[in-house]
């Protein structure tokens, strides 16, 4: 029996072999492997179990897709070493012990987010770049040559929400989205008060999901056909065959406090706008940039780039509604829809949707850093969203993005019905079974799931109660934590692969000029901080005074562990001028 078992580790969910299993007399369902006994640190409903597949990936991880034998392929979060990762466990225990790197092609940065198995084919994407190979079944490694699917070739080259995630539908085609290089298309990029351009340019070939050939290599976007727009950044998208719909669930826009601080409070900048869970059909406009969803009010409302007030909603009325409004930042990434049989009927059709994880709440505390579950029936959801998967963070509050220990990102469903899901920080992945019986599964099991979303880092915050600079901030703090620390964050650590760090680096604690103008005219394009790379784009801030800017860089200079010395007033007026008069 033991030899018949390590023959078909990996071919156990074919047809062939499940008849030798019943011939044998052996039942499918004690295949499954063994949970951890600590569930590798996560909190589930009862009856379900986790193992961690594998702990660590060097280079880190980001989606996932599991093949009809149960290797398991990721993208990488670094292609230092290959862009991809194979997995394979050779034991049955669920545990990989085959962890093989591949996939030779440009790194254009850490945003690559793709990773799908289609049509026999392996799909998935750089930053730029839609990639495929071939499977060959049982072979863990395609050798067959790389085809390139899909090439951004807008001359922008780099930009916000740049990911290429993928969808396929039953007829051929892939879904991509063109996320919009703007936060809220104002004319000057994330500078407050700056007003929004309207009609927004950016919609033409950005903001959008463009349906293509999932077949043809060579494509670039003029060859697909603009499928949805008014969306400004989509990483989350599933199609779900049950309905034969597109979702997708939306990165809702930023910096209502510091864009905005005349209009918007400290929490409402934290709680909004919502993070939307959208139908996609044909011709959807969800109304970015014009227009936001708050999930308090339950209405989408007018954007303040474009005269809003929080209440407003006049030309918002026409647009696409979610169907759920998450809160602000939570950043949903991944998103399944669940059509395995291994689980209780109820969780079959419905969404599993991974929340990365806020980085810009402050000064509440972060929030998201979840698996979600929404029930779904007749295409719509049937009940109230769950907390299916907690405890990554390892961490609550949350004050800092730097305090989450894993964060969830990709998810895929195994062939036997198993969740798998991938974590960015430490490329840890987590494999998730039913052991105990369908029938018995219910509202009991789900009750302890139901009390965390009590935990700070799901809950709506408390007004005062958790205003983390209530009593404390006053100077230079006050302002880099209304101004910088939604992003680089209030321990001056930033958040890996998108916002640099503050802390010991000769980026702040070295030349003065170099650090003043940064903050007078901005940066964009890539750098390297502490040995990793970023590639984003500091707006200027050349609307704060000059005895602002100096109080905030000293503020800078001299705390997270830094002892550099203080930045006058003097000192940045000089730098402004200089800049003003030119050389």
């Not at 909004?272 to 406009?285: K, M, N």
């Not at 009390?451 to 209530?470: E, V």
């Not at 707006?539 to 000293?554: G, K, M, R, W, Y």
Request: with cysteine; charged share 20%.
């Amino acid at each position: 029996m033991a030899t018949s078992w390590l023959y078909f580790s990996h071919c156990r969910h074919v047809l062939p072999v499940l008849i030798l299993y019943a011939l044998i007399g052996c039942k499918v369902e004690s295949d499954l492997p063994a949970g951890d006994a600590d569930n590798g640190g996560l909190l589930l409903p009862d009856q379900f179990v986790a193992l961690v597949v594998v702990d660590s990936l060097k280079s880190r991880a980001r989606h996932i897709a599991v093949s009809d034998n149960g290797d398991i392929y990721v993208k990488s979060r670094f292609a230092k070493e290959g862009g991809n990762v194979a997995l394979r466990d050779t034991t049955g225990d669920g545990k990989a012990d085959i962890i093989q790197p591949f996939g030779d092609y440009p790194d254009d940065g850490t945003y690559g987010t793709a990773m799908r198995i289609y049509n026999g084919y392996l799909y998935f994407s750089s930053q730029l770049v839609v990639y495929r190979y071939k499977l060959t079944p049982g072979q863990l490694i395609p050798d067959s040559p790389i085809e390139v699917i899909l090439t951004d070739d807008h001359a922008h080259g780099r930009h916000e929400h740049i990911a290429k995630p993928l969808s396929f539908d039953d007829k051929g085609n892939m879904y991509v989205p063109f996320g919009a290089p703007s936060n809220a298309c104002q004319e000057l990029n994330r500078t407050p008060n700056s007003p929004g351009i309207d009609p927004c340019p950016m919609l033409e070939d950005h903001g959008g999901i463009w349906r293509f050939d999932a077949g043809k290599t060579g494509q670039t976007q003029k060859d697909g056909f603009k499928f949805a727009t008014g969306l400004r950044s989509i990483v989350a998208m599933d199609w779900n065959t049950d309905d034969g719909n597109l979702y997708a669930v939306m990165h809702g826009r930023d910096d209502l406090l510091r864009l905005w601080a005349n209009r918007f409070s400290p929490w409402q900048s934290a709680e909004l706008p919502s993070e939307e869970f959208l139908r996609i059909r044909e011709g959807t406009d969800a109304g970015w940039p014009y227009c936001y969803y708050d999930q308090i009010q339950e209405k989408k409302v007018l954007a303040p780039e474009y005269g809003g007030d929080g209440n407003i909603t006049t030309r918002c009325e026409g647009f696409e509604k979610p169907l759920i409004g998450f809160p602000g930042h939570w950043a949903p990434n991944d998103l399944l829809f669940y059509h395995g049989s291994q689980y209780p009927d109820r969780y079959k059709g419905g969404a599993f949707i991974a929340f990365h994880g806020s980085t810009n709440r402050a000064p509440y505390p972060q929030a998201g850093y979840f698996v979600a579950f929404v029930p779904f029936a007749n295409g719509v959801p049937s009940g109230p969203w769950e907390v299916f998967a907690d405890g990554f963070a390892g961490a609550d509050p949350v004050v800092n993005v730097s305090d989450a220990v894993y964060r969830p990102m990709g998810i895929a469903m195994g062939p036997d019905g198993s969740l798998y899901i991938a974590d960015t920080e430490k490329g840890k992945i987590w494999r998730i079974l039913y052991t105990g019986k369908k029938d018995d599964f219910g509202q009991t099991q789900l009750a302890k799931m139901e009390q965390r979303k009590s935990a700070a880092h799901i809950r709506r915050p408390h007004i005062s109660d958790d205003n983390l600079d209530k009593g404390v901030v006053a100077g230079g703090e006050k302002i880099y934590n209304v101004y910088c620390g939604s992003c680089h964050q209030n321990n001056g650590l930033g958040a890996s692969g998108r916002f640099p760090p503050l802390a010991h680096t000769q980026w702040v604690t070295g030349d003065k000029k170099r650090l003043i103008n940064i903050v007078l005219q901005g940066l964009t394009g890539r750098i390297e901080v502490n040995g990793e790379p970023f590639d984003n784009t500091m707006p200027q801030h050349s609307f704060l005074s000059d005895s602002e800017i100096a109080n905030v860089l000293t503020y800078i200079r001299t705390s997270f562990g830094n002892k550099a010395g203080a930045i006058t007033a003097d000192e940045v007026r000089l730098e402004r001028e200089s800049i003003d008069h030119g050389p």
